[in-house]
């Protein structure tokens, strides 16, 4: 099984900053990853597939990067509705598809 | 629009079973690869079950395999788990989920149900 390891599992920072959350995949998984936003009671959006690919309607200040093992998801000028908890997926291969663990990033 | 209803869940003893449900609509099922994902309460999200678009492949995760099974009906254009044998640490919320392509994957997740909630306890 490929394991996806996120770092930080948890963060805080303020309105305007910007924020790095890492994931790291077990073994190559070329740029099949996915990031979802998850607010509480709700489902997961996805905000980026195949690593760097912005979903419509995601604004810009979200972007993701990386290839491999080594991702990144970005967001720039923090606004009050991006407080939630962010996942990483490998969409490489299955059985089974996996995630991180999660990180959860609050206000500051 | 794309909209998935999950129905279903509820509280079961260990052992027992339950049947959940993803009505779909504003899209042909038969036309996606659909996958259940699962999240225990304050826990991340695990992948459940997967059925390939043209139903010719289902696959499992270790965790639910003999035990869980995914179908559809087409006329229906609904998505199934039956879950058979249920355990405690089967308690979460679950999830049907669309399958997306992007870049060389189809194995992403571009709409979600709302989610419906299997408690297993006696």
């Known amino acids: 099984d490929i394991e996806m390891t996120q770092s930080p599992s948890s963060v805080s920072a303020s309105v305007g900053d910007r924020v790095t959350i890492t994931c790291r995949a077990s073994q190559g998984i070329s740029s099949s990853l996915a990031w979802y936003q998850q607010k509480p009671g709700k489902a997961p959006k996805l905000l980026i597939s195949a690593a760097s690919s912005l979903q419509t309607g995601v604004p810009s200040r979200f972007s993701g990067t990386g290839s491999g093992t080594d991702f990144t998801l970005t967001i720039s000028n923090l606004q009050p509705e991006d407080f939630a908890t962010y996942y990483c997926?490998?969409?490489?291969?299955?059985?089974?598809?996996?995630f991180g663990q999660g990180t959860r990033l609050d206000i500051k | 629009q794309v909209q998935m209803v999950e129905s279903g869940g509820g509280v079961v003893q260990p052992g027992g079973s339950l049947r959940l449900s993803c009505a779909a609509s504003g899209f042909i099922l038969s036309s996606h690869g659909m996958h259940w994902v699962r999240q225990a309460p304050g826990k991340g999200l695990e992948w459940v079950a997967f059925l390939l678009y043209d139903g010719s492949d289902k696959y499992y995760a270790d965790s639910v395999k003999g035990r869980f099974t995914i179908s559809r009906d087409n006329f229906k254009n609904t998505l199934y788990l039956q879950m058979n044998s249920l355990r405690p640490e089967d308690t979460a919320v679950y999830y049907c989920?669309?399958?997306?392509?992007?870049?060389?994957?189809?194995?992403?997740?571009?709409?979600w149900g709302q989610g419906t909630l299997v408690t297993v306890s006696s």
């Open positions: 997926q490998q969409a490489n291969s299955l059985p089974p598809i996996t």
């Open positions: 989920a669309k399958g997306y392509c992007s870049g060389d994957s189809c194995y992403y997740y571009d709409y």
